[in-house]
């Protein structure tokens, strides 16, 4: 089915009122509160959540859970939206087939605005790399002292390109389809709730190979700091070593759980206590 329209999306600016900011929408103010859309799940057999198969029944409850906050005044929505990047240069942005990875753009657009058709959305892109691309692209993901692997590296020059190229192709599809009227921006999802997966484990990253290249290619283009590491002896990539890493990382403050305490954090507690005891 060919959904493309010659809808066309509000202009949204930000514009100045009585010396302070505000969003216009079409030239009119508007404040903007929204519902973090959640999709909604199966069970397998399992008890294991998974994604729904029957896209009309997905369509209907979601409907259902939006419909209340239209009937309240509330009419905006925040939509985390599957890009439909399938595997390496493969994109689909009408049929994803990893809905892990987010549900489809048009089944969102559709269950939002069944139940409020003033729908005003914020598109979340969830930019996760598909299960395809990294079977493809091993060394472009995030690698911390203990030589576990996380996520894609945000040094992964591979994995931007690869964006890059494709996302103002599902950027036009948005705005292409009958619900661009109902659009108002987007921004984009990187790794969990745009932190890295390896921040939320108190991990020392990112010793990947993504990392190391976008590192050295910063250095090159820095001359001054090329000259000082060249001086330095620092002209072929470092290695890791682990057991240095453990004993740099012993050896720092940490609670009693074993995270390191953060240097700013150390410098709060120093003054603390030399402040109690009369210092």
Request: proline share 7%; charged share 25%; with cysteine.
């Amino acid at each position: 089915m060919d959904t493309r329209t010659q809808a066309v999306a509000p202009r949204v600016t930000i514009g100045d009122r009585q010396g302070r900011p505000v969003l216009l929408v079409d030239g009119d103010p508007y404040f903007y509160t929204a519902y973090f859309l959640r999709h909604v799940v199966d069970r397998d057999g399992e008890g294991r959540l998974s994604p729904m198969t029957d896209r009309d029944e997905y369509v209907r409850q979601l409907a259902h859970l939006c419909r209340p906050f239209a009937q309240r005044g509330i009419h905006g929505y925040e939509v985390p939206v599957n890009i439909g990047w399938n595997g390496p240069n493969d994109w689909d942005s009408e049929r994803p087939k990893y809905l892990r990875n987010g549900e489809p753009a048009l089944d969102q657009f559709r269950a939002i605005t069944q139940a409020d058709p003033e729908a005003r959305m914020m598109v979340n892109f969830l930019i996760h790399a598909p299960e395809a691309w990294k079977e493809r692209f091993p060394d472009e993901f995030e690698l911390d002292d203990e030589g576990n692997s996380y996520e894609v590296s945000i040094g992964s020059d591979s994995y931007l390109d690869e964006l890059l190229e494709n996302l103002p192709r599902f950027i036009r599809f948005v705005e292409e389809s009958p619900f661009a009227p109902n659009v108002l921006t987007y921004f984009f999802s990187y790794g969990h709730e745009g932190f890295t997966w390896s921040t939320l484990r108190n991990a020392v990253t990112d010793f990947s190979p993504a990392m190391h290249r976008c590192f050295r290619n910063w250095l090159r283009k820095s001359t001054a700091m090329w000259r000082i590491c060249g001086r330095h002896g620092v002209t072929r990539r470092p290695r890791l070593r682990t057991q240095e890493s453990r004993r740099v990382r012993s050896s720092l403050p940490q609670t009693s759980d074993g995270s390191v305490i953060p240097p700013a954090h150390r410098r709060c507690s120093t003054t603390s206590s030399a402040a109690s005891t009369g210092l």
